[in-house]
């Protein structure tokens, strides 16, 4: 399995920004896991390709460039584009993002092919297929209606935490596991932050590093991901403090392979 977190901003030549503000994760070029900067970091062929992606949650650092992607493929799309979230998470974006004022509800849209976007409905806990994949989604605890995933392709399996603070059925089903690869996890805050990161329901690297103790680690990549920009560096060092097995923090731009 491939996969890439996009860059949200990119230098004067073209190069990405190591700084993640907006959240998307592509998967094998085809699938991608919320869309924070999807319109703006595809490359021409990814964005022939991609036609489902799963949202966690409706914040807006992961539906961002939502609107705009639909809008920019609108007159080509010849297959909607498929929105897969739980019940709940549609309803928050048909309410306050695809709602006529903020942007079209593309969702009663048409081009000269067909709909352009379809809503799919998720379950909690039980496997669905998104194009080749097989994800599991289990809720998370953060501040709004938000999942973590678990991702397999037949032989390899990601998962991903999204935006969470402590939580158990996700440690559950990771554990119950015979074969994980790699977790992709949210540390968003620096430990200085903790009251900040404790309201808004997102980690610190302390808290993280207490909150992996619930995981029985089998040699899986451990991938930071969706630290604050603005922190970055002191993230990264108070994690490189953690001393934790094969954690590191993932690079926006660059492809990893499971
Ligand atoms: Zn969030
Ligand atoms: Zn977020």
Redesign the pocket.
Known sequence: MRIQLLPSTFDAHGVANLEQRLTCFLIDDCVAVDAGSIAIALTNEQRSKVRNIIVT?P?M??VASLPIFIDDLYPSLQQPMRIYATQEVIELLERDVFNWNVYPRFSDLKNDYGPVMEYVPIPIGKPFNVAHLNVVAVPVN?IVP?VGLVVSDGKRSVAFSS?TSETEEFWKILNEMKDLDALLIEASFPNRLAKLATVSRHFTPATLGQELKKLTHNGMDIMAVHLKATYRDEIIAQLNALNIPKLSVMEPGRIYEW
């Open positions: 949650h914040h650092d992961h953060h938000t935006d």
